[in-house]
C-alpha cells in the first residue's frame, strides 16, 4: 500500500465551531438531584465527565435546547491555569460518556460542533483536541491574571491541525479508543473487585455473618464475638505510625500532595520532583504494607501500598499532609477497609485539633478505636481477599501501560509520523 501526501493542514475554524454555554441562575441550581445535572469546568476531568459533584438547574429550560449536552460530545474548558499549572489549565478537553442522560452546558466551557461529518470523524476531533500539545497551546496564549487564565472560541478555532482524509481518521480514532476502551474496563473492573472486598468485610466485621453461631458479648462497639476486643488503630498488633523523613535519593520521582488524591483514588501524577529541588513537604515514602490518609479534617483521601504495588513504591514521595500506618502483614487489608469506612472519617475528624486548619495529630490517630479480631481471624479474611488486591494492582499496572503506549502513539498518529493501513490485508506500516 502506497501513502500518497493527501493529508492537509487546516484552521479548525474550517471544520468545527465552538459553542458556548449558558450563566444560570445561581438561585436555581441545587446540589440534591433536582432538575437537569450541568457540567461545570470543575466537572471536565480528562478523559470524561466526573459526576461526583455537580449541581442541577431546577429553572425553566424553554429556549435552552442547544444547551443540552448527551454522549459522546466533546468539551473544553475555556477557564483554568496558566502553562505554569498544567494540571489545572485551561484547555482540558472531556468527552461525555453517559448513555440516556442529559445534561446542561454552563458558561465557561464549550461544546465542539462539527461543521461537515464527511471531512471530520468525531472520535478523531475528540483525540485531535485532547493532546498535551493542543492544551499546551491554548494556555500558552491563554489571557487573564496569574490565577485566572481565560481563552475564548476564536482562539481555539486559530489553531491549525493536520487533517487525514475520512477513512483514515477512522481507522486511527480505532486503534485509540481501543486502548481507551481497555484502560475503562480496567477501571471499571477495580472498582467492582473493590466493591467485592468491601461487601466481604462489611459480612464478616460489620455483620459478624460467618460468626453467628459464636457466643457474643457487650463492648463499647456494640455486640461482638466473645474472645475479639475493642482496641485502639496504634495497638502494636496492628499498626505502627510511619516517623521520620525519606532518604536522599537519586533521580526524578512523582509528588503526591492530598490534592492530587481523591477518595481512594490518585488523580494526578504530573508533579515531578527531584531531591533537590523538591518541597519541604514531600517527606513521605511508602513502603510496603503501608496506609495512608489526608491527616486535614473534612479530607477523605486514602492510598494502600501492598507488596503488589511496585510503581507507588519505586516512584513516589508522598506530602507530609498524609498520616502513614505501617500494618503487620496479615492485617493489611483489614486495616485498609477500615478507613475506607465512614466510621473512620468521623472518629478521625472528631480527634482533629488547630485553628486555622484542623488536623489530626499522631498522638490521636492512637486513639482512634477499632476492632481486633483474632489473629486467625484476620489471616484468613487476609487470605480471602488478598488475590482481590493482587488483581486491582496488576489493573492498575497494565492501565499504566496502556496510557503509556497512548500517549506514545498519540501525537505520532495526529502528525502522520505512524500511518495506519488502509486496506483490510494490508501489511505494513509506516
Sequence with gaps: MSFNNDWKEVKLE???????????ESQNLNNDGGGI?????????????NVDDIQYYNGNIK?????????????????????????????????????NRNFLLNQRVGK?????????????????????EFQYKLASGASGSA??????AKQIKSIKVKLPPLEEQRKISKI???LDQKISINKMMNYNLEAIAQSIYKNWFIEFEPFQDKEFINSELGMIPKGWKVGYLGDKNLTELVRGSIDKFDGEKIYLATADVKNNKIKNYDTIITYNDKPSRANRKPEINTVWFAKMKDSRKIILVSEFDDFLINNIILSTGFMGLEVKDIALYYIW??????????QKDKLCTGTTMEAINMKNTKKINILIPPKNILNEFNNLVEPIYKKISNNKRET??????????????????????LDEDAKDVN
Excluded: C, W
Design 14 to 24: 474550517e471544520i468545527v465551531d465552538i459553542q458556548s454555554g449558558y450563566g444560570f
Design 37 to 49: 445535572p450541568v457540567i461545570k469546568i470543575k466537572n471536565l476531568t480528562p478523559p470524561n465527565i
Design 400 to 421: 499504566r501501560t496502556l496510557k503509556e503506549l497512548k500517549e506514545s502513539l498519540l501525537p505520532k498518529l495526529m502528525s502522520g509520523e505512524i500511518r495506519v493501513p
Design 176 to 178: 485509540l479508543s481501543s
Design 63 to 99: 429556549n435552552l435546547d442547544k444547551y443540552i449536552l448527551k454522549k459522546n460530545d466533546i468539551l473544553i474548558s475555556m477557564t483554568g491555569s496558566h502553562v505554569n499549572q498544567m494540571s489545572s489549565a485551561v484547555g482540558k478537553v472531556s468527552k461525555i460518556q453517559f448513555e
Design 147 to 152: 490565577n485566572q487564565a481565560n481563552i475564548s
Design 337 to 346: 477497609n477500615f478507613i475506607y469506612k465512614e466510621d473512620f472519617e468521623k
Design 112 to 132: 465542539f460542533k462539527i461543521l461537515d461529518n464527511n471531512l471530520l470523524d468525531k472520535d478523531f476531533l475528540y483525540y485531535l483536541v485532547s493532546r498535551y
